[in-house]
């Protein structure tokens, strides 16, 4: 035990800084995944049967593959197409076009829930079917969404734990720096555990609080069910 | 006969600093029907699970027969077999079909063997009328027929006596005092009084029973006008 | 360059990738079951130290978690990285699938356990009769899920030298310089596996289906 903590302390500024690598690969992701997500939805629930049948098809494979083989895909498959994109970059993408899969579900089922009722009313005002997706239908879907969608930030970050693979220097990377250097690999990553554990009980906490304070009495996803 | 069959002794049941009944006394002979009437919340559920055990009672004694079945050393798996129990929502085991629902304790508490346990439960089914229905889930039978396979489940145990919670919400007074030899009114946690269905109904001796039954009747009245109106 | 050969070599890695998930998935089920079972029907104690290993369990990445039940594994028992890897990912699917026996259970109405005791039944042969039965058929569809996630994070094991398709997608890409058909290859796999087992869930789900009136 006091080995190991010793061995916390000596890698701690270390694991401070691959936690910061990793909140950013959590943030960047999350961002890229909410706008695609949001766009995937849309284009499932109120796209043309064409555009619909390709947001399927999207959120079935990213779905339906690992995200290290679509990582993989992308940081060694595309420059055999002539993309050569940098660790980090690949990082990013990976992991925003993967949690855009995910998020595509929870803004569906939001917008779903909320019904075809307020695309009549907003038609009726005289707002085009656009217009009223983006005034009217998604402002309602984000708020109705947050209770489910707030597992998504949690478990991207507990997925971005494999890019450390491709050699970006996150969290779990400076573990395995740790373990070569103490032959200590059990100590190691238990210690970077003990740190992804820390991140995961602040999110949640921090998510459980927006949660609070964003809720609107009597406007939940099964009231609005019908 | 009037052997008693169920004696119940200064019974209490509490949550918390919440009295649900207190000091309940009551005896059963064998073949009465007792029927207990009183305002929702007063205990009358929580009574009839104290004396099948589902809930322990704080005080006091339940007898069956001449066993104490309140006892510590009672074995209360033993004693529920011999009291039958209807609920008020039936509680037909939801994945399994009429007849399995009235099998499964003929099989696995009473270990009867395959052939002979069908047998009895076909036949449990048809004296409620519901063999036809022997091979429906719960969810394909009607509030009635789920109330009836519910009865067949526990008189295919065999029981010394049979436990109703609210057998029907929309029994009128006059009915009940048909079905029943004697009428308890049960309110706030105490039995306020007791006797036969004509002592009760019709010469009540206190002030709450008859509140109660003029609340009951003009309920029940003013339910007739609206089906002559409709 | 033989592509059909290469396909081939990163298509048997599927009997690793199987191979797998057939150990962790049931492994996890089974710990999982019992720490749901403890969790929801013992005492306060034992109900403490199971919520306590889920949420513990459930916060660290999977990765990290298959790492260190990898050196612990094989450190004290002498075993494959395959078996290691396997039974680790078992354990960390186990708090997944305690949460999906858990969640179950509790909707399962309390009203089921009474009734089934109400008729003499003990508390270990309503569960086993009444409880267990419902439980199952509402964590078909949350347990598919959960299949589903098991099969991806068995490349995990990439990492450990087990040659799954993963595996032997990388060792082709880096001998044929194909590495984009070599990981869509292995991609395409992994698609087919978790597509074709959730529809052989929905069925099993479907066909277990209690009937009922609509």
Redesign the interface.
């Known amino acids: 035990m006091a080995d190991w903590l010793q061995l916390f302390q000596r890698y701690l500024p270390d694991f401070i800084k691959g936690a910061g690598v990793t909140i950013e690969l959590t943030a960047v992701g999350l961002t890229i995944g909410f706008v695609l997500g949001m766009a995937l939805a849309v284009a499932r629930v109120y796209g043309p049967k064409w555009l619909k049948a390709i947001a399927i098809g999207y959120i079935e494979i990213f779905r339906g593959t690992p995200l290290l083989v679509q990582l993989f895909l992308i940081y060694y498959g595309l420059p055999s197409l002539g993309l050569t994109l940098s660790q980090t970059l690949s990082a990013y993408l990976a992991l925003g076009l993967n949690s855009a899969a995910y998020q595509a579900e929870y803004f569906r089922g939001a917008i779903q829930a909320i019904g075809s009722s307020q695309m009549t009313a907003g038609r009726a005002i005289g707002l085009s079917r656009w217009k009223t997706i983006w005034y009217i239908i998604l402002p309602q879907a984000m708020r109705l969404m947050i209770p489910a969608w707030s597992n998504e930030p949690i478990s991207l970050l507990k997925t971005t734990a494999v890019v450390f693979l491709i050699a970006v220097q996150d969290l779990m990377a400076k573990a395995k720096h740790a373990a070569t250097d103490t032959y200590d690999p059990i100590g190691s990553y238990l210690a970077v555990a003990v740190v992804y554990l820390v991140m995961v009980f602040v999110l949640n906490w921090g998510l459980k609080y927006l949660e609070r304070k964003t809720r609107i009495p009597g406007f939940e996803m099964e009231v609005n069910k019908s | 006969m009037t052997n008693p069959i169920l004696t119940i002794k200064n019974l209490t049941k509490k949550y918390g600093d919440n009295v649900v009944f207190h000091d309940i006394n009551l005896t059963v002979n064998e073949g009465d029907t007792i029927v207990i009437i009183g305002p929702s919340g007063t205990g009358k559920s929580t009574l009839l699970r104290c004396i099948n055990l589902l809930t322990r009672a704080d005080e006091g004694q339940v007898w069956l027969d001449d066993k104490e079945i309140t006892a510590k050393d009672c074995d209360e798996d033993v004693v529920r077999q011999h009291i039958g129990m209807v609920f008020q929502n039936f509680l037909l085991f939801n994945h399994l079909t009429a007849l399995d629902n009235v099998l499964l304790g003929l099989t696995k508490v009473k270990h009867m063997k395959p052939e002979e346990a069908k047998v009895k439960a076909l036949m449990e089914l048809e004296r409620v009328g519901l063999s036809d229905r022997a091979g429906h889930y719960p969810g394909q039978l009607s509030g009635g027929q789920q109330q009836r396979v519910a009865i067949a489940r526990a008189l295919a145990m065999d029981p010394r006596i049979m436990l109703f919670d609210e057998p029907t919400s929309a029994l009128d007074p006059e009915l009940i005092g048909e079905v029943s030899d004697r009428i308890v009114f049960l309110e706030k946690g105490s039995i306020v009084e007791e006797g036969t269905p004509d002592e009760l109904f019709y010469h009540p001796q206190h002030e709450r029973t008859r509140e109660f039954l003029w609340k009951i009747t003009e309920l029940y009245g003013k339910k007739e006008t609206g089906k002559i109106d409709g | 360059m033989d592509v059909a050969r290469f396909l081939q070599y990163i298509a048997l890695g599927t009997v690793y990738t199987v191979g797998v998930t057939l150990i962790a998935l049931p492994s996890g089920l089974i710990l999982g079951t019992l720490f749901a079972l403890l969790n929801v029907y013992s005492g306060k104690v034992v109900k403490w130290f199971t919520s306590l290993y889920s949420t513990?369990m459930r916060?660290?990445?999977?990765?990290?978690?298959l790492?260190?039940l990898y050196?612990?594994v094989s450190?004290n028992i002498n075993l494959s990285p395959f078996w290691a890897g396997s039974i680790s990912l078992g354990i960390v699917s186990s708090a997944y699938q305690m949460e999906i026996i858990r969640g179950a259970i509790l909707s399962v109405?309390g009203?089921?356990m009474?009734?089934?005791?109400?008729?003499?039944?003990?508390k270990s042969?309503a569960i086993r009769?009444?409880i267990f039965?419902?439980t199952l058929?509402l964590a078909i569809p949350p347990w598919s899920n959960e299949a589903?996630i098991v099969i991806?994070?068995s490349?995990?094991v990439?990492?450990l030298g087990v040659p799954e398709i993963?595996r032997r997608?990388?060792l082709i890409?880096a001998s044929t310089?194909?590495?984009?058909l070599?990981?869509?290859a292995?991609?395409a796999i992994?698609?087919i596996l978790?597509?074709v087992t959730n529809r052989l869930l929905d069925a099993l789900e479907r066909r277990l289906r209690?009937?009922?009136?609509p």
């Open positions: 513990m916060g660290i990445p999977p990765i990290v978690l790492f260190i050196f612990i450190g109405s009203g089921q009474m009734a089934a005791r109400a008729i003499g039944m003990s042969q009769n009444v039965p419902q058929r589903a991806k994070d490349s995990l990439y990492a993963l997608a990388q890409s310089q194909q590495p984009f070599a990981y869509a292995a991609a992994y698609f978790v597509f209690i009937p009922a009136n």
